[in-house]
């Protein structure tokens, strides 16, 4: 199975591959561009953008002095391990680094699909409404990590944020969830130790 | 095919049939709520709800004295012609009236498939941004009429809502835009005014 392939692969290069899924517009290009600016001088990292149409986010992401391609699907509504692939071909991330993988915006069909990825990462935007993890418990299920991002807009929505953590927990107990503005920072530390914790061999080339 | 059977069949009932297509999140619901609420001494209207998961919509939409099925996809990431039918059988909308599709929160995968209905809709909240139309250019050329919803968030957030609008018309020039927000109210009277423009025989029967 080529997921498995790509997820050879990553091991043996001592990538950590991470495939970010969520609705359209919660936020997912923002939170990437903080977090390659803010650790940067950290890590190696790189980003395969997956869209329906445009290479606007591949443009945003390479604004941070960060490698990133972009993966056009048309009319498809997800990433398969073929194009992640085929991608990665193209981007030649470096040994030791963290490759991100911003999928189609799309709460459905991309749990469905392995690509090969370490984890699913789950960024849900508060503005969606507190019951989405019950709506659509596929995507929650499949993921280890949910972020709970646009935290900064709290204060002018009717959005209960413990019921929408208890949601999520019903559907996936395991799920780990953290609160997160990308556009003001708030919580967004616990995130990168999340990162941090998640390399192969517990440590990244430093660079 | 069996979209056009549908199509048929609600023409010979002389009901106009509206497919809301979204992100989740948009306020798809809430939008509904508010027009079923307002509209209904008006109109007769029904409303047939697509979700992965939860019977938590129909619910909601049943509280405003309106009937309503909900169609569970499961894995399944649109609604199809052949649910609807099925929805339809159970639901048992009565002639001269409104019927409104609610979609699995998707911006992909319903764009592509025929219900049968006389127009998609679709619903965009502003926090998504304002690049939605190029990067999901299928669901906007597929839809007639696009509602710009949540409105009532513009001075918080960075959104160029002109922008958003020229994007929209790029992928279909033929596109119709309303701003409005379900919350406060603000810009649905322009929404009714399109819903009895749309009717079959330009008059539903008056209750």
Redesign the interface.
């Known amino acids: 199975m080529l997921a498995d392939r790509n997820r050879e692969w990553f091991a043996a290069q001592n990538i950590l591959a991470l495939n970010l899924v969520s609705?359209?517009?919660s936020g997912k290009t923002t939170l990437l561009e903080r977090t390659l600016r803010d650790l940067k001088e950290k890590y190696e990292m790189s980003v395969i953008e997956g869209?329906?149409?445009?290479v606007?986010d591949a443009e945003r992401i390479r604004a941070t002095g960060c490698n990133a391609v972009q993966i056009n699907t048309g009319?498809?509504?997800h990433l398969e391990a073929e194009m992640l692939a085929s991608g990665l071909a193209q981007l030649e991330p470096p040994p030791n680094s963290i490759l991100f993988i911003e999928n189609?915006?799309?709460?459905?069909?991309p749990?469905?699909f392995d690509l090969g990825e370490r984890a699913k990462v789950a960024i849900l935007?508060i503005?969606?409404?507190e019951?989405?993890p019950?709506?659509?418990?596929?995507m929650f299920q499949a993921s280890e990590l949910m972020l709970l991002n646009?935290i900064d807009?709290l204060p002018?929505?009717n959005f209960d944020i413990e019921k929408c953590i208890a949601y999520a927990h019903d559907v996936n107990p395991a799920i780990k969830v953290l609160k997160v503005s990308a556009t003001t920072g708030e919580g967004m530390y616990e995130w990168y130790d999340w990162l941090a914790s998640r390399s192969f061999r517990w440590s990244f080339a430093s660079k």
């Not at 869209?51 to 445009?54: A, G, L, S």
């Not at 189609?104 to 069909?109: A, E, M, Q, R, Y």
């Open positions: 609705s359209p517009g869209d329906q149409e445009t606007n009319t498809g509504c189609v915006g799309n709460l459905v069909c749990a469905m935007s503005t969606e409404g019951d989405k019950l709506k659509y418990p596929h646009k807009l002018h929505l």
